[in-house]
């Protein structure tokens, strides 16, 4: 299959055929559709450019780039890698039945929810001071981050606090474990990165057992 891009709608429950309850994420493809076709001979490579969704006001010149390609502005312009059996071009609507089948692996990049400021025990994980007597209120405290002598400096990606979350990340091996042309959206086992609404990309699976 080639690259292309969903919205992620949220997490429900399917049960198998052994009436086991599955935890799913709905992907929808709804109206992914090609805005720009790169090709070797004219950009040196070859990727296609996607979008999803509509954007009311768009910037002249991504208004200009969309009308180009008779195209509907979108909320995200994301360039993808094609196969050489990429039968889209610009302007048309991508369908499930033309990239995913049920038992697929896929790998699904998307950006992780946004925490706010946290502090060491939260963000990574430390077990926190002691909180018996003779301890001052630094029980959630990170403790010491240098030191007096050499180097006297604290190393750099020493873990403190700070904003968590709102990274990318990606989530691998993911099996496709159903779909529905009509609606143009797929089922995925577990969950995958980002908030309701949030736009994930999906391209096969890089590690799979041969």
Avoid: W
């Avoid at 299959?1 to 086991?20: H, R």
């Amino acid at each position: 299959m080639s690259s292309l891009i969903a919205k992620k709608i949220g997490m429900t429950q399917i049960f198998d055929e052994n009436s086991n309850a599955l935890g799913v994420t709905v992907l929808s493809i709804g109206d992914c559709r090609v805005v720009q076709i790169k090709k070797n001979k004219i950009d040196g490579y070859t990727s296609a450019q996607l979008t999803i969704g509509s954007k009311k006001n768009p910037t002249r010149p991504l208004e200009q780039h969309f009308k180009k390609y008779n195209t509907e502005p979108g909320e995200i312009i994301m360039e993808v890698q094609i196969n050489e059996d990429f039968k889209y071009k610009p302007g048309s609507v991508l369908n499930v039945k033309d990239f995913f089948e049920i038992g697929q692996k896929v790998d699904i990049t998307g950006i992780s929810r946004g925490k706010g400021f946290a502090g060491v025990m939260k963000r990574h994980n430390h077990s926190g001071q002691g909180a018996s007597h003779g301890v001052h209120k630094v029980h959630r405290g990170g403790g010491s981050i240098g030191n007096a002598t050499f180097p006297g400096h604290v190393f750099k990606g020493q873990k403190m606090p700070g904003r968590m979350g709102k990274n990318k990340r990606t989530v691998q091996s993911v099996t496709v474990v159903g779909l529905n042309e009509e609606e143009n959206y797929i089922l995925v086992n577990g969950s995958v990165p980002g908030s309701k609404g949030n736009i994930v990309k999906i391209q096969s699976a890089i590690k799979v057992k041969k």
